[in-house]
């Protein structure tokens, strides 16, 4: 009887430890990882429609030849703004958010190995990008210099803008930085007792493989701004040709991060939907080891392939050669994984729940993403290609059908675990086939004006592309309202619906099915047994 | 004795730190190595700025290579500069003269500063240099002109197959980053 009592008392003091904090403070000093996945997840949400936003203003400009709407200044401003803010703020935040809210629950951990620098590396996030965005209100402008900032762009040839983009850089970096340490030491540490390595999860495995790539290219991005910005400010000549220095050098230097940088973007979507094809097909994951190695050696190769975007630099032949023949090499491992998925579904039970149709959908499309990238890749080619609406398409087609239709994925699969309610399954098919169609509207017609030789990050064009454009910016907006689809499922989700079991999916697998949905705030605190 | 979980945080945690400064460091070391590299391998284009020794290894009468000279004006130099002569043919070895001119066409003084550049990059090791006024910076007064010198043979171990070699100049004002 007594110790009943005592139990229940802890249990209440355990609840109002909990729930302490209210309101505002309650997210400000939260050190848990569910929280901070929640707050990653929507500060992504709220970038990608800012970053979207301003892809409107860009096709609304491309709707007709001639210019319309803004100056050319401008719109250089919402091209290097677009591509920053995706990168940075959308896609990486949005994969930090899944690895807060996943990892722990799948290796069996009470929470992130250091829970307070994980508030950290997502509160310095706001910041970063306030800086970035303010920059559109002082002087010159926001940066124009392309996401690419080449110099001399961004330091003889600069608006002003460099001081507000370095720092927004750095910030985000360490933010990633931190964020990256955490996963590592997350994984290494914390896995219950019987989680060897290849049992992990392989939407674990990639996270810990990117959160390496982060760790090992963030600080040379970090550097790589630091000297743009003494060469712009402070008189240095690291890229300056006048003073002994090489533009071409910072191509090398940028792309030394810049290549890995992608596989950042890509290896988590990897892992995403290597959890949802298998769940939705009701067979364990085809090949668990290649996957693995392959997602390593894709992960080491990606730093001997960078040249591969500077083909048109002037290289001599063999650096030509080398860097293209490591560049088809990346499409081994990758080819690997696309037959697992394949091998995975085959003769499986497939079920078409929204998750499976945006995996199905990532499948097809990355891949096609992938062979552009492929015909990139061949040198003589690339000089016909480079610098058109080839590399636009390309690129768009990994990131856009690739790493975000598997967030997509992702969060309509664990949606039901996050929120305690199913999502409105028509909503999100609507969302889904609105997505579909109009992102192959948009991006597709983008190949051919590539090779047809209309060039990127022009406000203007000749005449002879004037339709394909026009196609093209109807597909963008019609995207960019589908995707407010997304925004409203999630609203009605998190407001109520079907309350969902511990394990909505019948053939999911892993340690987060095995607790209630909504998944409690503490998860784990003893470690869950694994045979 | 096994260390406690906080001690195997704490020691990846280090272990980690360490490589992110190593990685900011490597960022910055690319720089002297891409210098190094280039000049090993004459990648970049760059020729290097100082004279080379005369040659000793004779001349090769049997092969002709031809030179061509081009100029570039960075932006907001207000100068004119110009080779004299845009193209000759040369044997491998054999020692030329060529000249460019330059004006400052502005009212200020001005300190320039050519900064030379060869392709095919991989000819770059083999353009020899015995006197070059972009060794040194190039004040001229408002209005003065100047006939500068260029002292060059091209190495008889040029490869085969480069037969055209272009140099470029590109011009830069240095004044400020002169007198500061
Ligand atoms: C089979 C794999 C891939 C190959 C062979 C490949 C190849 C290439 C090549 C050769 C270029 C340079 C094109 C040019 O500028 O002329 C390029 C550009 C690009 N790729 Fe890929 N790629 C692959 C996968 C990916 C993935 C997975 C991502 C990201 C998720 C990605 C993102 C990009 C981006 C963002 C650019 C353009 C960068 C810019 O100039 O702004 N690629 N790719
Ligand atoms: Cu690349």
């Known amino acids: 009887m007594t110790t009943d009592v005592i139990q229940d008392t802890d249990h209440q003091h355990d609840e109002h430890h909990d729930h302490k904090m209210t309101g505002l403070k309650r997210w400000l000093y939260t050190t848990n990882h569910k929280d901070i996945g929640s707050m990653y997840l929507w500060f992504s949400f709220i970038m990608f429609l800012v970053g979207g936003a301003m892809a409107m203003v860009i096709r609304a400009e491309l709707f007709q030849p001639g210019l319309q709407i803004i100056e050319p200044d401008f719109f250089n401003q919402m091209t290097t703004v677009h591509g920053l803010i995706m990168v940075f703020g959308a896609i990486m935040p949005a994969f930090t958010g899944l690895a807060n809210w996943m990892i722990p629950m799948m290796v069996g951990a009470p929470d992130m190995a250091l829970p307070r620098l994980n508030n950290w590396s997502f509160w310095i996030l706001p910041f970063a990008f306030s800086i970035l965005l303010m920059s559109f209100f002082i002087g010159g402008g926001a940066p124009n210099f392309g996401w690419t900032f080449y110099a001399p762009l961004s330091t003889t040839y600069s608006n002003g803008s460099t001081a507000f983009f370095v720092f927004a850089v750095h910030i985000m970096g360490i933010s990633s930085i931190m964020g990256a340490i955490n996963i590592v030491v997350t994984i290494m540490n914390m896995r219950a007792p019987g989680m060897t390595y290849m049992k992990m999860p392989l939407f674990v495995w990639t996270f810990f493989i990117t959160a390496y790539l982060l760790i090992a290219v963030m600080p040379v991005l970090a550097g790589t701004v630091t000297m743009v910005l003494t060469d712009t400010y402070f008189g240095t000549s690291f890229f300056d040709a006048a003073g002994g220095g090489d533009p071409v050098m910072f191509q090398h230097i940028f792309w030394f991060f810049g290549h890995p940088e992608v596989y950042i973007m890509i290896l988590p979507a990897f892992g995403i939907v290597s959890t949802t094809i298998p769940a939705f097909s009701r067979k364990p994951l085809f090949g668990y080891s290649s996957m693995v190695y392959a997602t390593a050696s894709i992960a080491f190769l990606s730093f001997i392939v960078w040249a591969h975007h500077m083909f048109t630099t002037g290289m001599p032949l063999f650096g030509e050669l080398f860097f293209m023949y490591c560049t088809m090499l990346i499409a081994v491992p990758t080819g690997v994984k696309v037959f697992n998925w394949v091998a995975t579904m085959w003769r499986g039970a497939i079920s078409f729940e929204t998750p499976m149709l945006f995996s199905l959908a990532f499948v097809i499309l990355f891949t096609i993403g992938g062979f552009s990238g492929l015909m990139l890749a061949m040198t003589p080619v690339d000089f016909q290609y480079h610098d058109t609406y080839f590399v636009v398409a390309h690129f768009h087609y990994v990131l856009v059908t690739g790493a975000l239709f598997s967030i997509y994925a992702g969060a ?67 995207f960019g309202l589908s995707q407010l689809i997304f925004l409203a499922v999630v609203i009605k989700c998190i407001k109520g619906g079907k309350k969902a079991e511990a394990k909505p999916w019948d053939g999911a697998e892993g340690l987060e099915w095995t607790v209630p949905s909504p998944a409690p705030y503490h998860t784990f605190e003893k470690p869950p047994k694994i045979d | 004795m096994t260390k406690t979980p906080d001690q195997n945080v704490q020691k990846t945690v280090k272990k980690l730190v360490l490589v992110v400064f190593a990685m900011f460091g490597f960022g910055f070391a690319m720089v002297p190595l891409y210098d190094v590299f280039c000049d090993i391998t004459g990648l970049n284009g760059k020729t290097a700025n100082t004279a080379a020794q005369v040659n ?45 001119y330059a004006k400052n066409e502005s009212s200020k003084d001005i300190i320039g500063q050519a900064v030379p550049s060869v392709s095919p990059g991989q000819a770059a090791l083999y353009f020899q240099k015995i006197e070059c006024f972009c060794f040194n910076h190039q004040p001229l007064k408002a209005r003065e002109d100047v006939e500068m010198a260029l002292q060059f043979y091209v190495d008889p171990e040029l490869p085969e197959h480069i037969s055209t070699l272009t140099l470029s100049y590109t011009l830069y004002d240095v004044t400020e980053s002169v007198e500061s």
């Open chain 1, 412 to 478: 309509y699969y664990w949606l039901p675990k996050w929120t305690g309610y199913m999502y409105d399954d028509a909503l999100s098919k609507w969302h889904f086939w609105c997505s579909l169609i109009s992102v192959n509207l948009l991006f597709f017609p983008m190949h051919f004006l590539g090779l047809a030789g209309m060039p990127r990050r022009i406000p203007d064009y000749a005449l002879q592309f004037a339709d394909f454009n026009k196609w093209v910016s109807i597909g963008g907006f019609a």
């Open chain 2, 56 to 100: 000793d290894k004779g001349v090769d009468e049997s092969r002709i290579v031809t030179v061509q000279f081009i100029s570039h004006l960075s932006k907001g130099i207000p100068w004119q500069f110009e080779p004299m002569v845009r193209e000759i043919k040369v044997h491998p070895g054999e020692m030329k003269l060529v000249k460019f």
